[in-house]
């Protein structure tokens, strides 16, 4: 069974930035059946996101992706396919 793993984001990144790619991970619709609790979880912090931000959370997330490291921004949300974000 395909699955989020952790060591994807660990090998060069720091610990921290690895464990939260991991959690956001488990929101990929790719991995929808992996373990329903982490997706929750995952879910609440990408909503938190949205909050801060003061923006609507997508009632779906159809795909996304992570990016680590780029431009010397550690982490950067790109392609939230939903009702809003894209």
């Given at each position: 069974?395909?699955?989020?793993n952790i060591f994807k984001y660990a090998t060069k990144e720091l610990s921290q930035d690895?464990?939260?790619?991991?959690?956001?991970?488990?929101?990929?619709?790719k991995y929808e059946n992996v373990d329903p609790v982490l997706k929750d979880?995952?879910?609440?912090?990408?909503?938190?996101?949205?909050?801060?931000?003061n923006?609507?959370?997508?009632?779906?997330?159809e795909k996304f992706t992570l990016h680590k490291q780029y431009q010397n921004i550690d982490m950067n949300?790109?392609?939230?396919v939903g009702d809003q974000l894209s």
């Open positions: 069974m395909d699955k989020p690895a464990f939260i790619f991991w959690l956001l991970d488990h929101a990929n619709p979880c995952a879910i609440t912090l990408i909503s938190k996101f949205f909050e801060l931000e923006k609507e959370m997508p009632k779906k997330i949300r790109t392609g939230f």
